[in-house]
């Protein structure tokens, strides 16, 4: 029985990852072998960044507010339980953009979570 290679179908995932590679430093963007290591170690850190990347956000976010409800003497924890006890569903960016865009309607937020 002749030998088959299916030459078309290797070509074309070899050639996936050499178009992910370009841009690469040296044999990185030349060979398959380092260039599919290389894109295979990127994707898992693009994946794992993903996720971290909200955290860091909402980190920032809840850093914002507490230096804004510290300007206006109060605790973070205090200010979100009185949004809470309030009922005022107001998410954390939200929140972060008001503190740094808009002293004066984030001020008057402090003012009813201090009455809650």
């Known amino acids: 029985m002749p030998r088959t290679?299916?030459?078309v179908a290797a070509h074309r995932r070899r050639k996936k990852y050499m178009l992910a590679a370009r841009g690469y430093f040296g044999n990185r963007s030349k060979t398959y072998r380092v260039a599919r290591q290389t894109v295979e170690r990127a994707m898992a850190f693009s994946f794992a960044?993903?996720?971290l990347k909200k955290r860091q956000f909402r980190s920032l976010w809840i850093t914002r507010i507490n230096a804004a409800c510290?300007?206006?003497d109060m605790?973070?924890?205090r200010f979100i339980n009185g949004l809470?006890?309030?009922n005022i569903e107001i998410n954390r960016k939200t929140l972060a953009h008001l503190a740094w865009h808009d002293a004066?309607?984030?001020a008057r937020l402090?003012?009813?979570a201090k009455n809650a």
């Open 70 to 72: 510290r300007m206006n």
């Open 104 to 106: 004066s309607a984030f």
């Open 49 to 51: 960044h993903r996720k």
């Open 5 to 7: 290679t299916n030459n």
């Open 84 to 86: 809470h006890k309030s």
């Open 75 to 77: 605790s973070y924890s």
């Open 110 to 112: 402090v003012e009813i």
